[in-house]
């Protein structure tokens, strides 16, 4: 039983890992405070883009323009800069 517990302990944490390998929250952050502009970070095997649009659209109810997007050809690392329409 103690063995099945630790199992399914070391799963979780292998789960996590995927999705997040830095061990940080996942945010939106805001880049430029005068032009409204952010950046979502979609990292690891388990986020893709389609997580980044979804923070884009939390974050500007109105709509936002996208400015750029970024992946790096190896670790999973996504970023969307994006802007809140007003």
């Known amino acids: 039983m103690k ?5 399914i302990a070391f799963s979780l944490t292998a789960c996590n890992a995927l999705s997040n390998p830095q061990g940080a929250a996942q945010s939106v ?3 430029d405070l005068k032009t409204q ?3 979502a970070t979609c990292n690891g095997a388990v ?3 389609p997580n980044c649009y ?12 996208l400015k750029e997007r970024n992946q790096s050809p190896v ?3 996504r970023e969307l ?3 809140c329409k007003k």
């Open 81 to 83: 800069m994006f802007q």
């Open 47 to 49: 986020e893709d883009w």
């Open 37 to 39: 502009t952010y950046k």
């Open 54 to 65: 979804d923070r884009a659209k939390q974050t500007c109810p109105n709509g936002y323009a």
């Open 3 to 7: 063995l099945f517990a630790l199992l």
């Open 29 to 31: 952050k805001m880049i």
């Open 75 to 77: 670790g999973g690392k």
